[in-house]
Each structure stands twice: as structure tokens, then as C-alpha cells.
């Protein structure tokens, strides 16, 4: 059981997809506009995730290994459509702010990677608290992105207003603005663990 | 120790120049259209200069002792940056801007790089843009000259892109700066002044500066207006950041090719960027992300400019 | 259809919502390639050859299968199919015409297939000429355009990119910031240079 708790655990912080492995960084980097944004779209990908983790690890001793990546693609596929078709119904506004990055769950490095390197490897249990880990992590990583750009780029989070009289900085609410915001975040990580070393 | 090699083609001739001699010269050249600059806005000109230039002293300072470099605020660069930054902006903006400008022009612009002689892009224009992305209300209200108070108008560039019909200005009230603009960039005969200053140095080149201005004004000849071969190309010249950064910034050493058939590519990329960002933008002006566009250019251009060594293919 | 219409669409796609530096579509790859000239161009040459002909497809697919049979909602699913199927083809007659050019940059092809430049284009082209399940005149055109667009837009920024980090190959940056901390800021000013075509209008 412990084992199982680390294979949850290291999506968070070890191996955050974001910030360690710099997977999916697309997404990333368009949806962190909001926090509401942000949370939306990481529980999307962890959704797929897990039901892509579970189902690729419960039939990887069926899948020929030549046409291992197609298939996996459309495992992916049918969860993300699924994901798509569910937030269209239940909330279209979500659907509509975050776009074309819904569908590009699919080709989202992230869960892709998880498929290849871990899902087709190990039993299910495993599979499956690899995969909410890292949407975890990712959903994580999206949030803290995210509330640092609706804050300075807005001044509020979530829709409200944090510092009285805050002048907001547009740029970051632009794509400049998450550019450097990841730029300097990644820069900051590396110096933190530099320093552990 | 890389920070002592300069990177140049032959011939290599040995002056008594250092870089600290070369800096305090442009800053001297700038000194005129600091003083036409607060004459036309009054003394908030020289607060926000000032307040520019502090703020880019401390930063690279505090930079210097943070990565353990050698102290080299004195050699005059970020002081060149602080001002610059600062007659990149309107006379009317609140005191924190341009140190936040400058903040992120030296930290952003030129320290990630590796400190002088790395960067990229030019530092004031990086912090120029960002502040215009940033806070675009400040950037984009300008006071009437000579009122020292807050008194708006809007730049000739701008009533030209809302396509009002400029009837009270001439070409002298141009070229003396007598219209709203940012503060360095309005008086062309101060900005001028100083361009021959270090030109008579040879600190400068004249390549540039006079491609990018001469292709602008042709650009702008033929297409500035709604029939072909109609544009009011002088109009064009003496208007906005065009001659500040023709030959302020496009000339930065460090951002722009090395070779001279690099720096005529160069200068007329610039003009050209320049003018079709004024036609067809939505800007009133593009110089300061012409010149960024073609600082990013540079290292391919001198990738494929390289002199021929002797000897080789 | 007109002109004004294309240009539109090539300054959209290259400089105001270049597909990299605004849209974030092929992100990984770019971080990741842009640290050479020469793998870069190959990259590019490669994205730009399978953004087209994906648009291409796409378009053909959804416009006579999905939007007549109402399964538009398997668009995700029928279009990366179409796209991995393509690049896998590309790949193996590649590798049997021209081996050096196999070696050249078929190691790039696979990747391709999860550049979400690719999905993306695809995706916008439907949403933005087909709307509300009705060919908009000229569709095809656009999209097949838009796609070579996003393709130039890519390679534009690939091109800036790599050239800017093979010379600071040379400079002495801030150990913490080496490699992706830093091109990822460079990107953050490339950005905001390109906000210079912001409201470009013809």
C-alpha cells in the first residue's frame, strides 16, 4: 500500500509533469489566464488520465507492440471526447473559455508520456495512482501558474478582489506575460534545488 | 573573463577607448534632448529620468553582487538604458513606472543574458514594450507641450492613425518638438545634436540610422496614404520614436549585426517593420518592436553575413 | 473569397497569433528543437509538410463524413487518427525513397504526431470556416492556407529562436536560468516584440 501512496505522491513533487518533466507545456500556458480556467482544464486531464492509465494498463498484454501508439492514441481519444461532450453539456461557459485546448488534451504530452513510460509497464492499481498523481501535479501546477497571472494580471483571483487599489499589470494576462511567468518559475525551481545539492 | 573579449572583424585597430569612455559619451549626447525634454514637458521629465536612471543603477548593482561579478555600474551602460527608458515614455506617468521599467529592463533586458555584451535585445525597448503591455493607459496619454500641467492631446502619429486631418502643425513645430510625445523623442534637432556628437566620434556609424530612416520614408512615400506615391514622407520622419531610435537604439553595439552588409539589412528591416506597423497597425507607432523584431533577427543575419576569413570557403 | 481574407489570415498566423509565441501550439517541440539551426529547420520543414496536408484531410474528412452523417462529436478522435495514420505513412515512405533524408529528420516525424500544432490547426480551421455546421465559401482554400501559414509562423519562430540561443552559447548566463528558464524568457520578449501587428488592418 505504501508503494502505492509513492506512486501518487511523486506526481506532485519529484516528477510534476509541469515544472520537472516540462510536459504539456502547451495547455499550460494558454489556460492559466484564471484559476477558474485552470482548475477546469486539470480536472479534464486528470479525468483522462485516469481512465486512459487504467484501461491502457488493463489490456497492455493485448496490444501488439507495432501499433502500440495508435492505440493508445485512441484510448485517449474516446476519453477525451467523452471529457469534451461532458463539459459542452454541464458547463459550456468552461467549454467555450478554454477552446481548442480541450481536444488537445489528446495530444497532451503529459498523458501520452504516462501511457508509454508507465501505464503499458505496471499492473493497475499502480497505473492508476501514477495517473491521478500526475493529474494532481499538473492540475497543481496549472493553479499556481495561474494564480500568480490572474493576480497580477487582474488583480483577483477567482473573481475577487485581493488588494484594494491594486493596479493590474495587463501583460500578464498575456501570452507574454505566462511566458515569463513559467521562465522565471522554472528559473526559481532550478535555483531551489541547486541549492539543496 | 569573456566580458573582456570583443567580439569583432578584422581590422583590429587599438584606440584609447574603453567601454566606460564610449558610454559616458552617448550619455553626454543624450543630455540635449533631456533638456528639450523638460523645457516642452516641464520638470516631471527630469523626475521620471532620474527615478529611471536610479533605478537601473541599483538593479544592475544588486545583480553584480548577487552573481558575484565585477561591479560595473560605473561604466555608464545602465545609466544609458535609464535614460532612454525614460524618453521612451509620456511626461504625464505616475513616478513607479519607468523604476519598474527599468527594473525589468536591465534584470530582464540584459542580466538573464549574461550582463553587458550579451543581451539580445536592446534593454530599454524590452522595458518599454513590457510597460506598454502592461499599463497601456499611461503609456498612451500625453500631456500638450508647454502646459507643465496635465493638459492632454494625443501624438501626431496618433490623430494620423484616426486619420485626423493635421492642420496646426508644421514641419518646424516637428522638428523642434512642439506636439505631445514622449519626452526624448519629440525635439529632432536636440536628438540630432547629440546623433553628430557620436558620430564626429565614430562611435556610431552612419549605415544604420540612415538606411532605417531612408527606408521608412520610402515605404511610407509610396503607401502612407490612400493613393499610391502620395505619402508625407517627411511628416513621417520627424515624427514619433523614428529618429530617437534610429540612432539610440538600432545602433546599440551589442544587439545588432556586426558586419556592415549586416547592419544595411538591419537597418532596413527596421525601416520596413517601422513603416508597416504605422500604415497598417494598430499602433500609431512601431519603432521600439521594429528594432526588438530585427535585434531578435541579428544573430541569424550575422550568421550569414560572416566576413570571408582568409583562406576558407 | 478574397485577398483581404488571406491576408488576414497570414498576419494573423504568423506575427499577431503566431502559433508558438501566442497560441502555445507546438511548445514542447520548440522549446525542446530550437536549441540548433540545423535540427530546427528540419523540424520546421517537417511541421510545416504535415500541418498542410493534415489540413488538408481533416477538412475533406470532416466536411464529407462527419458534418453529413452528424458525428461531428467524433471529431477529435476521427482527426488525430487521420493525423497519426498520415505521419506514419510519411514515415515509411520516407524511409524506403530516401534513406538519407530519412536519417535527416525522420527521427522527428513521431513527434510530430503529438505536436499539437497539428491537432490545433485542424481543430481552428473548423471552428473558425465552418459555422454553426454550414461550409463557409472558400473554406477549403483557408484552411489549406491557414495551414501553411501556421507552418511559416512556426518556422519563423524556430529560425528566431535558435539562432538567439546557438549565440548565447557563448555568454556567460545566470546558471539557473540556462537552457529552458531562459527560452522560455526570450520567448516572453519575442512575444511581446510581435504584439507590434497587434489590430493589423488591410
Given amino acids: 500500500m505504501r508503494n502505492l501512496i509513492k506512486e501518487f505522491t511523486k506526481g506532485i513533487i519529484k516528477e510534476n509533469p509541469t515544472f520537472v518533466l516540462a510536459l504539456g507545456l502547451c495547455p499550460t500556458l494558454a489556460v492559466s489566464v484564471s484559476v477558474a480556467n485552470a482548475i477546469g482544464m486539470g480536472i479534464a486531464a486528470t479525468f483522462v488520465l485516469l481512465g486512459s492509465s487504467l484501461i491502457i494498463s488493463l489490456v497492455r498484454d493485448f496490444i501488439p507492440e507495432k501499433i502500440r501508439i495508435p492505440c493508445y492514441i485512441v484510448i485517449i481519444a474516446t476519453f477525451v471526447t467523452i471529457a469534451e461532450l461532458c463539459m459542452k453539456a454541464y458547463s459550456p461557459a468552461l467549454d467555450r473559455s478554454l477552446g481548442i485546448y480541450v481536444p488537445l488534451i489528446v495530444v497532451n504530452c503529459i498523458v501520452l508520456g504516462r501511457a508509454e513510460a508507465f501505464a503499458c509497464k505496471n499492473n493497475i492499481a499502480r497505473s492508476f495512482f501514477d495517473g491521478l498523481g500526475m493529474g494532481v501535479g499538473f492540475t497543481l501546477a496549472l493553479i499556481l501558474i495561474s494564480a500568480i497571472r490572474e493576480f497580477l494580471g487582474s488583480g483577483q483571483i477567482l473573481g475577487y478582489a485581493l488588494v484594494k487599489g491594486f493596479e493590474p499589470i495587463f501583460v500578464f494576462g498575456m501570452p507574454s506575460g505566462a511566458l515569463l511567468v513559467i521562465g522565471l518559475l522554472l528559473g526559481l525551481f532550478n535555483l531551489l534545488k541547486g541549492r539543496k545539492v | 573573463m569573456l566580458n573582456n573579449l570583443i567580439v569583432s572583424g578584422s581590422p583590429h585597430i587599438h584606440k584609447p577607448e574603453s567601454i566606460s569612455r564610449i558610454m559616458w559619451t552617448v550619455v553626454i549626447s543624450l543630455i540635449p534632448a533631456g533638456i528639450a525634454g523638460v523645457i516642452i514637458f516641464g520638470w516631471g521629465a527630469l523626475w521620471?529620468?532620474?527615478?529611471?536612471?536610479?533605478?537601473?543603477?541599483?538593479?544592475?548593482?544588486?545583480?553584480?553582487?548577487?552573481?558575484?561579478?565585477?561591479?560595473?555600474?560605473?561604466?555608464?551602460s545602465a545609466v544609458i538604458t535609464g535614460i532612454l527608458l525614460a524618453f521612451n515614455l509620456p511626461s504625464g506617468v505616475p513616478l513607479w513606472l519607468p523604476i519598474?521599467?527599468?527594473?525589468?529592463?536591465?534584470?530582464?533586458?540584459?542580466?538573464?543574458?549574461?550582463?553587458?555584451?550579451?543581451?539580445?535585445?536592446?534593454?530599454?525597448?524590452?522595458?518599454?514594450?513590457?510597460?506598454m503591455a502592461s499599463w497601456p493607459r499611461y503609456m498612451t496619454t500625453f500631456t500638450r507641450p508647454f502646459s507643465y500641467d496635465a493638459v492632454t492631446s494625443a501624438t501626431p502619429l496618433a490623430m494620423l492613425k484616426e486619420g485626423k486631418i493635421l492642420e496646426h502643425i508644421s514641419y518646424l513645430d516637428l522638428f523642434l518638438g512642439k506636439h505631445g510625445g514622449c519626452i526624448g523623442e519629440v525635439c529632432i534637432l536636440a536628438i540630432l545634436i547629440g546623433a553628430a556628437i557620436l558620430l564626429i566620434k565614430g562611435y556610431i556609424s552612419w549605415h544604420i540610422p540612415v538606411i532605417y530612416i531612408f527606408t521608412t520614408a520610402v515605404f511610407t512615400y509610396i503607401f502612407g496614404s490612400g493613393k499610391l506615391f502620395g505619402g508625407d514622407w517627411l511628416f513621417h520622419i520627424l515624427s514619433g520614436g523614428l529618429i530617437l531610435g534610429a540612432f539610440f537604439m538600432a545602433t546599440d553595439y551589442v544587439a545588432t549585426p556586426l558586419t556592415a552588409k549586416g547592419q544595411l539589412i538591419f537597418g532596413f528591416g527596421c525601416g520596413l517593420l517601422t513603416a508597416v506597423i504605422r500604415i497598417w497597425g494598430g499602433y500609431p507607432e512601431g519603432a521600439s518592436y521594429a528594432i526588438l523584431m530585427m535585434n531578435a533577427a541579428t544573430p541569424f543575419i550575422d550568421r550569414y553575413t560572416r566576413n570571408r576569413i582568409y583562406g576558407t570557403k | 473569397m478574397n485577398i483581404q481574407e488571406f491576408l488576414t489570415i497570414f498576419i494573423s498566423a504568423v506575427f499577431v497569433y503566431n502559433v508558438i509565441l501566442s497560441r502555445f501550439l507546438g511548445l514542447c517541440s520548440f522549446i525542446a528543437i530550437s536549441k540548433e539551426t540545423k535540427p530546427a529547420l528540419a523540424m520546421s520543414s517537417a511541421v510545416m509538410f504535415v500541418i498542410v496536408m493534415s489540413s488538408a484531410i481533416t477538412w475533406f474528412v470532416y466536411r464529407f463524413l462527419l458534418l453529413p452523417f452528424n458525428l461531428t462529436y467524433l471529431r477529435t478522435i476521427s482527426f488525430i487518427l487521420v493525423i497519426a495514420t498520415f505521419v506514419q505513412l510519411v514515415e515509411m515512405v520516407i524511409r524506403k525513397?530516401?534513406?538519407?533524408?530519412?536519417?535527416?529528420?525522420?527521427?522527428?516525424?513521431?513527434?510530430?504526431?503529438?505536436?499539437?500544432?497539428?491537432?490545433?490547426?485542424?481543430?481552428?480551421?473548423?471552428?473558425?470556416?465552418?459555422?454553426?455546421?454550414?461550409?463557409?465559401?472558400?473554406?477549403f482554400y483557408y484552411s489549406v492556407f491557414q495551414g501553411v501559414c501556421v507552418g511559416l509562423g512556426y518556422t519563423l519562430a524556430m529560425l528566431l529562436m535558435s539562432g538567439i540561443r546557438e549565440r548565447l552559447e557563448l555568454c556567460n548566463v545566470p546558471k539557473a536560468l540556462k537552457d529552458f528558464p531562459l527560452a522560455f524568457i526570450i520567448a516572453s520578449i519575442l512575444s511581446l516584440s510581435f504584439m507590434g501587428f497587434n489590430g493589423f488592418k488591410v
Avoid at chain 2, 529620468?49 to 552573481?67: D, N, R
Avoid at chain 2, 538573464?112 to 518599454?128: D, K, M, S
Avoid at chain 3, 500544432?117 to 473554406?139: E, H, R, T
Fill in chain 3, 97 to 139: 525513397l530516401s534513406p538519407q533524408l530519412y536519417r535527416a529528420f525522420g527521427i522527428y516525424l513521431p513527434l510530430i504526431t503529438v505536436n499539437c500544432a497539428v491537432l490545433g490547426v485542424a481543430v481552428l480551421n473548423i471552428d473558425m470556416f465552418f459555422v454553426n455546421g454550414k461550409v463557409l465559401v472558400g473554406s
Fill in chain 2, 48 to 76: 521620471l529620468t532620474l527615478a529611471a536612471v536610479a533605478a537601473a543603477v541599483l538593479t544592475e548593482l544588486i545583480f553584480s553582487i548577487w552573481t558575484k561579478k565585477k561591479i560595473t555600474v560605473l561604466d555608464g
Fill in chain 2, 100 to 131: 519598474v521599467g527599468a527594473v525589468f529592463s536591465i534584470a530582464i533586458g540584459k542580466q538573464v543574458f549574461g550582463g553587458l555584451g550579451q543581451n539580445i535585445f536592446n534593454p530599454a525597448l524590452v522595458g518599454r514594450v513590457f510597460l
